[in-house]
């Protein structure tokens, strides 16, 4: 494993000191013949004065130009956009780059652009390379890529001929994500940014390694489970994104959409867990939690997590089932009860299931499957033939039908209509406690009940579909 890529630092936002500006300008002042050098005292200086200049003329009305209309107008400007926008005061004030003001300081001609200049905007590119921060983002894209492509060779030093070269992947507008296709494995973010001299510290080394993971999960084989990139996405998952969605919902969306294109609407089981993992239960009422995780998807994307997680839920069911049938006298009945739950969701019969377990099993749970599986739990007995030794499956089904199955010797409870569901409200409820009489609902109040050990009792439960109008054909 790489840990070099987990060593990322975090977004920072506070304005460039000056004197390490005044280093960076005196540097590429020595690398062009543009601008004459600058001492860095002396650049500080400058800039200072072109600031308030600047700022005092706002305030008393004045136009933008006629602020800005002095000598070395420019380069100043780039330096002050490069040195300010990183701060939250200076923001508030500071007119937006927009493409006119863009324009007045490296004109509409790329091929013309001079070399100081030139690489001013591409360190303000690397630094602040967001649209709220540069809303001319996209011509800047541009205006760089051509200025780079057209660039002299013989008058590039070694960084400049890096970024000649791969102008049309570090200028593109999806740039990150041209750039994150290079990575190959062992390759952390960190070399891969060095490896095209993208600066330290801005926010396109932050885009990068956002793009990195996603592209990754874009490129895993269908079903593959990445340990490492798994715990890359969890660590990140609140990361909010150029498109407004946090990384962790990004991640679910890409694995959403490639079990539909891929895999006929079906998660493979080993991205199942990562709905949860990465986002959050998409069954979960809160209303905040989902438009900030699941904002974004249809309710045909939707369906198909919620099926994701459904499925994990019966397969932990199917296993409570077997353990409370070995060794019983009713144990030949786990084939044909397990063979009828796997077939309603290979069937696609089943909508979303809901586990209600035993306490004394929910208490071994490790807080990670709880979460994972939405578990509600029973409570000790309080009347009759409640007890506190029974698991449920509670599942919302196609044409309107709700099932109940249960370990031990239960009876198949069927209802027509969620208002004939027993339990009020239960769909839309957060994992809590219920008492075992809530699910043993007498049988003679059960618009289907269903005994798991008469004759092909799964004929049986059909056939008592069909005679309410309902046919699930290829379950028996």
Not at 137 to 150: K, N, V
Not at 158 to 171: G, R, T, Y
Not at 434 to 454: G, K, L, T, W
Request: aromatic share 10%; proline share 4%.
């Amino acid at each position: 494993m790489n840990f070099d890529i987990f060593n990322l630092r975090p977004i920072s936002s506070p304005r460039l000191d000056s004197v390490t500006l005044g280093r960076a300008v005196a540097r590429i002042i020595k690398l062009t013949d543009g601008v004459d050098g600058e001492s860095t005292a002396s650049f500080s200086s400058l800039l200072d004065d072109f600031r308030s200049r600047l700022r005092d003329g706002l305030l008393k009305g004045k136009s933008f130009d006629e602020c800005t209309n002095t000598p070395r107008r420019e380069w100043l400007l780039l330096c002050l956009y490069l040195n300010d926008l990183g701060a939250d005061e200076s923001r508030a004030w500071l007119p937006p780059l927009d493409k006119n003001k863009a324009v007045s300081i490296m004109g509409e001609d790329p091929f013309t652009l001079k070399r100081h200049l030139r690489r001013l905007a591409t360190q303000l590119y690397f630094t602040h390379y967001c649209p709220k921060r540069l809303p001319c983002l996209a011509w800047l894209c541009g205006m760089l890529e051509l200025a780079w492509q057209s660039a002299s060779e013989e008058k590039l030093d070694p960084i400049s001929k890096v970024w000649s070269d791969h102008a049309q992947i570090l200028f593109a507008i999806d740039a990150p994500d041209r750039v994150a296709e290079k990575w190959m494995p062992d390759l952390s973010v960190r070399k891969l940014a060095d490896n095209f001299h993208i600066h330290e510290g801005g926010l396109f080394r932050e885009r990068l390694f956002e793009s990195l993971i996603l592209n990754r999960l874009r490129k895993l084989s269908l079903g593959q489970n990445d340990p490492e990139l798994n715990d890359l996405v969890i660590s990140e998952k609140e990361r909010k994104l150029n498109s407004g969605l946090c990384l962790g919902a990004a991640a679910v969306q890409i694995l959403v959409n490639r079990s539909q294109r891929e895999n006929a609407s079906s998660m493979p089981g080993n991205w199942k867990e990562h709905v949860v993992t990465y986002a959050c239960d998409p069954r979960i009422p809160n209303s905040s939690m989902q438009s900030r995780w699941w904002g974004w998807a249809t309710s045909n994307e939707k369906e198909v997590a919620i099926r994701a997680i459904g499925e994990l839920n019966m397969l932990q069911f199917i296993q409570l089932l077997e353990e409370s049938l070995v060794g019983s006298r009713i144990q030949h009945q786990f084939p044909s009860r397990k063979r009828m739950l796997l077939k309603l969701f290979e069937l696609g019969k089943i909508r979303d299931v809901r586990l209600v377990v035993t306490r004394r099993f929910y208490e071994k749970m490790d807080k990670k499957t709880r979460g994972l599986l939405l578990l509600n739990w029973v409570n000790s007995g309080s009347r009759g033939k409640d007890n506190a030794d029974t698991s449920f499956i509670c599942m919302k089904c196609t044409d309107d039908v709700y099932l109940i199955e249960a370990t031990g010797s239960f009876g198949l409870r069927g209802f027509i209509g969620v208002d004939s569901f027993p339990i009020n409200n239960f769909w839309n409820s957060e994992p809590k406690s219920y008492y075992d009489h809530e699910m043993r609902v007498n049988q003679f109040s059960c618009p289907i009940y269903q005994v798991h050990h008469a004759g092909n009792w799964v004929w049986d439960f059909v056939n008592k579909l069909r005679t309410r109008n309902i046919e699930w054909k290829g379950l028996s």
